[in-house]
């Protein structure tokens, strides 16, 4: 997933079938089988019931269902259950990120391993559960996860060094033998992911030996990323079946590699991956789980986008969805539409229930001023800093946010996690701004040459820091799936990187005055460049939804921040004074107050 992703994992071992020839069957909307969100599946057959685990959802109001169940007499056909496989997580994890549990039965327990953050740093670990009824309870009492690729000694079976952490696991057997099969999370960390095994015990519940790397993302489609790994035996062969790219796009894709020599030992890519990709009904398939079905059919499970309605934010959702999977000439395993039943009614904004509108304030000393449904987390108001304080962010949640100083140094509240600065570094620019990721698991920081700096999971895409630019850089926005970023300067030139698109730019600063912010809109199609003076400038798709251009105002605009439909936005002056536009609710404001430092950022709930 990385990310925020949510990724996916199977839990079975299956021999030769007579399946058809799926390669020869007429292309077919594709439909999901379960209704409503229920990313990163994973199936399990006991007895005459099929048991589907899914990563985290949100029920009712704010209640999080750490593991989503759901049950099936032919695998075709779901039922939700409304109970939580996990209910309560281990002292290590804390909630709000449970993913990719798979499920397997040792012969007097059912075990689950699943990944959750881990509370000391932020990280993805993989822990394990027990229960006695295959739909649970699980229950995990252990005060360390089991394998946490994240460079400390978290008390884990396996930290193989600092590749990011571990997630999405999946449990193997073959021929009575266990292997336990997972990501490092590398784009946790800006770097390339991989996924590895390791034996497993008989009862599913010890590693023994050392880890594997089996395969590396060194695919041009897969984008530094391979995940979800679902590992199967057809023929004698194992076949690992993964996904690639980014989870939040449509390149997002399910690929395979064979693994010859056994389930520890390296894999061979396909040089024809990758076989699943977006088509009708669906986007961005992923997190293949295998399973057989009462007629001996090979299915695989998978989740993706709904439609082409791409992102949580955007108000889409991730259903499972079912393909009949089968081997041709040579063992190349081909992918078809298997019968759907299900629908997938999407909520008003499926897992991310609706926030009143809030935003924060802050000023150069650090203050920070809550309006709204914005809650105060800290400040470093009362401490004596370095730097200035230049800039915030929020974490997606709204639990919490980072203040940045021009020197790079990070500063972290309430949920927002500290993934690094470059508060110690000698910097050839001052920061003037940060971003985070989608996810809230990383961050940028923005020089004023245009110099990157990505932590976290924030991936690096490009900069303009040896570009020699005539104007500073004043402003940045990332774009809506977090795939690039826009840079601006003072003068409003535009540079783009990633899947951040270039929609235009003014011949100068509108109205004669610098730039001095940035937003773009919930799509990645088009962005505003608001200007000191309170002029607004709109691009692509971006709506001219109005400007201060030609009203007196006390201080100068430092700041602009979008609401999350793109329909509005919100200006900042120096002073504290919000200015409202479209959709964005004015909540309140430091305008006309004392300040001890003038305001220098803003961030919206």
Not at 92 to 104: D, F, H, L, Q
Not at 321 to 335: E, I, N, Q
Not at 372 to 401: C, E, H, I, W
Request: proline share 7%; charged share 10%; glycine share 16%.
């Amino acid at each position: 997933m990385g990310g925020a992703l949510l990724i996916v994992v199977g839990i079975v071992s299956v021999a030769g079938t007579g399946a058809i020839d799926a390669s020869a069957t007429s292309p077919v909307q594709w439909s999901p089988v379960h209704a409503g969100d229920f990313p990163d599946p994973s199936v399990m057959h006991d007895g005459s019931v099929y048991y589907g685990f899914a990563t985290q959802n949100f029920a009712a109001g704010n209640q999080i269902v750490n593991i989503q169940t759901s049950t099936s007499t032919d695998g075709v056909t779901w039922t939700n259950q409304s109970t939580d496989a996990l209910p309560h997580l281990p002292s290590w994890a804390k909630e709000g990120n449970t993913w990719s549990p798979t499920v397997a039965y040792n012969g007097s327990r059912f075990v689950m391993y699943y990944a959750a953050t881990q509370a000391s740093n932020g990280d993805q670990c993989i822990g394990r559960a027990l229960a006695t009824q295959p739909g649970g309870p699980y229950v995990d009492t252990s005060s360390a996860p089991v394998v946490c690729q994240d460079g400390t000694d978290a008390g884990s079976t396996v930290d193989n060094g600092n590749y990011g952490g571990s997630i999405d696991p999946d449990i193997f057997t073959d021929h009575g033998s266990s292997t336990l099969i997972w990501k490092s999370d590398g784009n946790h960390v800006a770097s390339n992911t991989a996924i590895w095994s390791q034996a497993l015990s008989g009862d599913l519940t010890t590693l023994s030996g050392t880890p594997s790397l089996i395969l590396q993302s060194d695919q041009p489609w897969q984008r530094g990323i391979v995940e979800g790994p679902d590992m199967v035996d057809h023929g004698g062969t194992d076949y690992l079946f993964y996904s690639g790219s980014d989870e939040g796009s449509s390149t997002y894709a399910i690929g395979y590699a064979t693994c010859l020599a056994g389930p520890t030992a390296a894999c061979n890519d396909s040089s024809s991956n990758p076989i699943l990709t977006s088509g009708p009904g669906m986007s961005g398939p992923g997190g293949p789980a295998v399973f057989t079905s009462p007629t001996n059919q090979l299915q695989l499970a998978f989740s993706a986008w709904q439609g082409t309605t791409i992102g949580y934010l955007n108000c889409g959702l991730r259903p499972m969805y079912l393909s009949a999977l089968t081997f041709g000439t040579g063992g190349v395993p081909s992918l078809s539409p298997a019968t759907a039943t299900g629908s997938a009614a999407s909520p008003a904004c499926p897992g991310h229930p609706p926030l009143p509108p809030g935003y924060w304030q802050v000023a150069s000393d650090g203050g920070v001023f809550s309006f709204g449904s914005a809650q105060f987390y800290g400040s470093t108001g009362s401490l004596r800093l370095n730097k200035p304080v230049v800039g915030m962010a929020a974490t997606p949640d709204a639990g919490g946010y980072w203040l940045v100083a021009s020197d790079g140094g990070v500063f972290s509240f309430g949920d927002a996690w500290f993934y690094g600065s470059t508060g110690s570094n000698k910097l050839n620019k001052p920061i003037v701004g940060m971003v985070p990721s989608i996810d809230g698991h990383g961050y940028w920081l923005v020089a004023s040459d245009g110099g990157i700096f990505s932590f976290g999971d924030a991936q690096f895409y490009g900069s303009t820091g040896a570009a020699n630019l005539a104007y500073p850089i004043t402003a940045m926005a990332p774009g809506y799936l977090g795939g690039g970023y826009w840079l601006v300067d003072a003068n409003g030139q535009v540079f783009s990187f990633g899947d951040a698109k270039f929609q235009g730019q003014p011949p100068f600063a509108p109205g004669g005055y610098r730039i001095t912010g940035m937003a773009g809109t919930h799509d990645t199609a088009g962005y505003w460049l608001a200007s000191a003076n309170g002029n607004v400038a709109n691009f692509g798709n971006a709506a001219p939804d109005g400007s201060l251009i030609g009203q007196t105002i006390n201080a100068p605009v430092v700041a602009m921040r979008a609401t999350l439909d793109g329909n509005g936005y919100w200006l900042l002056g120096a002073d504290g004074g919000i200015f409202c536009f479209g959709d964005a609710a004015f909540e309140g404001s430091m305008g006309g107050r004392q300040l001890n430092a003038p305001m220098v950022g803003l961030a919206a709930v």
